[in-house]
């Protein structure tokens, strides 16, 4: 797919500035017996290997498929009235459906119905307890409490689920336990919080009671290195992927922070990213990636192989102008930060249904090869 936005970029949620094996015998079948007790001619045992095989062949397709997506609602409009945006720059979404947006220029966090409906609005303009100078990442944990990152308080705070202040952690600095300019956050399946630090192009984990528990990344451009880190996002097995604004890629680390790989360079192509900002992981583990100066979503599979991706620049359903934070919410659908269309996309992510003629092709080959 050709992008047709290719102009620079303002960076709006971040505080730069400083924001197999052939059988060669003859295939005589009735001679060929194997003993396992009693005799069973190879010609019962072939198709069950066949049916194996192919089953193989079903699962690798399965995990190699790309997605359908389909557009299912957008919400939102230019303001700072409730269900109004001023750069909403991330989206989490709780057990229930419904989903937590940092309305970043707003000072403030707004929570939604699964249907874009307007629940509440909380946080405002301040320094403090409850209070946000710009709120940029925000996550669910599994109790349904709201964490939030401010990127220039440097402090995150956590709130209970109908918004109420619990408490905040963090002061200004590059020590352990510090934060500079924090962005993305997210909770992994401990509850442990994980929280994007631009500032010192790392990633800090804090325990769910805020106590630090180890860094991860640094300053560079090499394995395990970061530049400008933002998004921050967790799989099922604790793998950990950090959306490395600056080095246009995505950084991938097991769960006790040691490097995996690289997803992506820095282009304009098919698998290509022009500063990443926002990540998710479904629960197949494929990688969704907001390519935020690409105007577009890109998928990954496991491995970080190239899958799709979708979207252009606009303002039509399905286009977007600066994509940043994204979250899956638990019905599978995928939920999108659109910064300057001042609003929140919804798609529904499907697997191909592809996956089961290429299975019956593959077994028809396999077959088809058995009776010769």
């Known amino acids: 797919m050709q992008l047709v936005y290719r102009d620079y970029y303002p960076r709006l949620c971040m505080h730069h500035a400083p924001f197999g094996v052939a059988d060669s015998q003859p295939r005589d079948r009735a001679a060929k017996q194997v003993k396992f007790g009693s005799s069973i001619r190879l010609d019962m045992i072939r198709p069950l290997a066949l049916s194996l095989l192919a089953l193989l062949v079903q699962l690798t397709v399965s995990t190699l498929a790309e997605a359908q997506v389909t557009f299912i609602r957008s919400f939102g409009e230019a303001g700072d009235g409730p269900g109004q945006f001023y750069n909403p720059c991330s989206i989490a979404a709780d057990s229930l459906g419904n989903v937590w947006v940092a309305d970043s220029s707003n000072r403030r966090l707004q929570e939604f119905s699964s249907t874009g409906q307007f629940i509440r609005s909380v946080g405002s303009w301040g320094v403090g307890d409850g209070f946000f100078i710009m709120p940029v990442g925000v996550a669910v944990d599994g109790g349904n409490n709201v ?27 590059i020590n352990n336990a510090q934060l500079t300019f924090p962005q993305g956050i997210t909770i992994d399946r401990e509850g442990n919080v994980l929280v994007s630090d631009w500032g010192s192009s790392r990633i800090e984990k804090f325990s769910p009671d805020g106590v630090f528990l180890q860094k991860i990344g640094g300053y560079g451009s090499g394995n395990g290195e970061l530049f400008e880190n933002y998004g921050v996002a967790v799989d099922l097995a604790g793998n950990i992927y950090a959306a490395d604004w600056g080095n246009h890629r ?8 040691q490097f995996v790989r690289n997803i992506g360079t ?35 599979t496991p491995n970080g192989v190239f899958l799709q ?64």
């Open 147 to 173: 964490w939030a990152t401010d990127n220039y308080n440097d402090y995150f705070q956590q709130f209970d689920p109908t918004g109420s202040f619990v408490r905040r952690f963090g002061v200004e600095g």
């Open 266 to 300: 820095r282009g304009t192509g098919l698998g290509e990213l022009e500063s990443p900002c926002g990540l998710a992981v479904d629960p197949s583990g494929n990688i969704w990636v907001s390519d935020y100066a690409n105007a577009c979503i890109q998928q990954f």
């Open 309 to 372: 991706q979708f979207g252009t620049y606009g303002s039509d359903q399905g286009q977007f102008h600066f994509p940043s934070g994204i979250t899956i919410d638990n019905a599978g659908n995928l939920w999108v930060a659109d910064v300057s269309n001042q609003r929140i996309q919804e798609f529904s992510i499907v697997p191909e249904p592809a996956t089961l003629s290429l299975l019956a092709l593959a077994g028809s080959a396999l077959l088809a090869r058995r009776r010769r």
């Open 250 to 257: 995505v950084v991938e680390f097991d769960g006790n922070g």
